[in-house]
């Protein structure tokens, strides 16, 4: 890497005392604000003695594209209606995918300038109002509009690039990417919230169920890799990659309640302190540092490593930007989980599955969760969150010791990338 | 060699492009080269750049294959069945840039070698929506 990182820290320390999202999936007739709501009151209602709204004094709003998806600007402001917050300050912040991850770093730092004690911070977007063809253009608005988006270049097919890319250099094959799908539905099919709250076996064996009830032919599908290597069923998108290794079109919203720390005990017992925070930019595929990786998220890996004083052997759960089941093979290198070319064989080996000893993506990812872009920084914030305080359900990770849990969130294809480390108090 | 009149922008790039030239520029203050024009040398930050003329020439570095296709590529036929190939192309002269990769079998992308010779394609430059192509040497 280029770039010397400096070492930085925060004014005074910032804690998440409280967590909400609304359910991930596709919802005819909700809009952001409904879903925004949502989120908010199931923070509200877990949050051990609750926040009166009056005494939020500012927010931050991730959202990448309301514009296009709902017709509807400046959404911010919307949002703090109907919360009822006004006369508060609230900001939109729009960094593509990694729009909420950015807004959390602007939460973060309004509390440790000194200026707030009580900050929200969410993300919302609502997509599926749009059909695949019109999302896929708002998804690609995120790429270089004058010398991508020209070349033919989607937002999966970037990713497909990279993925070439990285089967060229290394061992990376297409089954190294189907089984990151596979074990992510796994762990979406233990998370109520997730849009696909299902196994990819169990959508299998849904599909042959229903061809046997309409006395259809009936797919013979040995197991889940036989399935998703049938091109019926799972149909090439941007060659190396199939719909299968795509996250899915989502509506849905999350938030949390930072607070300075020295107040975080009037409102739980178990906050979660913000012990390291980065973020750095990167350039398009063309002009990146290297096909295989994105530089921004070791530089924003790096910055944020060195304010907690840590370093990837140290975090013990970790929710990773899988818009694509490639971007969770990079995102383990990129960060240092796995050295260059052995994310694929670490899970081929099982090491990031719930039981493995690297347990990447345990909420279901973006792939099984769902991919609200705009919310999905945050909630990949919540899952850590979770996790840490031993609230993570049928998915909560066995380690009993678990106390060092990393986010990381890209926007576009690397032209963003936010890590935020947290530790439990 | 170059019109140094025109502006360092995509406009230019592009109305080169219908020329039949493939102009970036390079920067005098520290001799690196952009595919993409601009009036602010990304490495060194100085303005003193100049307009360089490609040879088009140059690599696949990595490629995809697009079935779920935008809309502009829908109207020209492309889609599920009918897949088109996009790509980072590595310019003889050092830097990459994004193209379409054409005269390759998109439908059979397991045979489409990274690394083989390209060279830019000036024909088939739509007037109304120039785009940068590539085909096999």
């Known amino acids: ?425 | 060699m170059a019109d140094d009149s025109r502006a360092f922008n995509a406009a230019s790039f592009y109305e080169y492009l219908k020329e039949g030239q493939l102009m970036g520029v390079h920067c005098r203050a520290c001799d690196k080269l952009s595919a993409e024009p601009r009036s602010m040398c990304p490495s060194c930050h100085s303005r003193d750049v100049e307009w360089h003329r490609f040879s088009g020439q140059g690599q696949l570095g990595t490629f995809t294959c697009i079935s779920v296709v935008p809309d502009v590529m829908a109207r020209q036929g492309y889609g599920r069945n009918n897949p088109y190939c996009s790509g980072i192309v590595m310019l003889e002269e050092g830097p990459r840039i994004s193209a379409k990769i054409l005269g390759v079998d998109a439908a059979n992308p397991q045979d489409i070698p990274t690394g083989m010779a390209l060279a830019a394609d000036f024909d088939e430059v739509d007037p109304e929506a120039p785009a940068l192509a590539f085909r096999p040497v």
């Not at chain 1, 229903?210 to 069923?233: C, H, I, T, Y």
């Not at chain 1, 190396?240 to 999350?254: E, F, H, S, V």
């Not at chain 1, 970790?318 to 050295?339: N, R």
């Open chain 1, 1 to 425: 890497m280029a770039a010397t990182i400096k070492k930085r820290q925060l004014g005074r320390e910032v804690s998440i005392v409280g967590a909400g999202m609304s359910q991930f999936g596709a919802f005819k007739g909700k809009t952001s604000r409904d879903l925004f709501v949502e989120a908010f009151q199931d923070m509200n209602e877990h949050l051990d003695q609750g926040v009166d709204v009056e005494d939020i004094e500012c927010g931050y709003i991730g959202n990448y594209s309301s514009d296009l998806f709902e017709g509807q600007g400046h959404t911010a402001p919307i949002m703090a209606d109907w919360l009822g917050m006004t006369p508060a300050p609230v900001t939109r912040i729009e960094n593509a995918c990694a729009s909420s991850g950015s807004a959390m770093r602007e939460g973060i730092m309004a509390i440790a300038s000194g200026l707030y004690d009580i900050v929200l911070v969410g993300g919302v977007e609502k997509m599926t109002d749009l059909p695949t063809e019109g999302v896929t253009d708002v998804l690609a608005s995120a790429a270089d509009g004058l010398y991508e988006v020209p070349a033919g270049l989607t937002f999966p097919g970037i990713y497909g690039a990279l993925a070439k890319a990285h089967m060229d250099r290394f061992e990376t094959n297409l089954s190294h990417l189907l089984k990151v799908g596979i074990k992510n539905h796994n762990n979406g099919a233990l998370n109520p919230k997730a849009q696909f709250n299902t196994t990819i076996r169990g959508m299998m064996e849904r599909r042959i169920a229903r061809s046997e009830q309409r006395g259809e032919p009936v797919p013979d599908w040995k197991d889940e890799m036989d399935f998703l290597n049938d091109p019926s069923a799972n149909p090439w998108i941007a060659w190396p990659l199939r719909l299968y290794d795509c996250a899915p079109i989502t509506d849905g919203a999350a938030c949390v309640l930072l607070v300075a720390s020295e107040i975080a005990d009037s409102f739980t017992d178990k906050p979660v302190q913000v012990v390291g925070t980065g973020q750095a930019t990167g350039r398009p595929l063309h002009d990146a540092e290297e096909l295989t990786s994105l530089s921004a998220a070791k530089y924003a890996a790096a910055q944020a490593y060195q304010m907690a004083g840590i370093g990837p052997q140290d975090i013990q759960v970790a929710e990773v930007h899988d818009c694509f089941t490639i971007a969770e093979i990079i995102a383990t290198e990129d960060l240092g989980f796995f050295a260059p070319g052995e994310g694929p064989h670490a899970v081929d080996q099982g090491r990031t599955a719930l039981n493995g000893d690297r347990p990447i993506n345990t909420s279901g990812g973006l792939k099984a969760k769902g991919h609200p872009v705009g919310a999905s920084g945050v909630a990949q914030i919540i899952e850590v969150f979770h996790q840490l305080r031993g609230e993570a359900g049928d998915r909560q990770l066995p380690n009993s010791n678990l106390e060092v849990g990393l986010a990381h969130n890209v926007g576009g294809t690397g032209g963003t990338c936010v890590v935020n480390i947290l530790r439990r108090s």
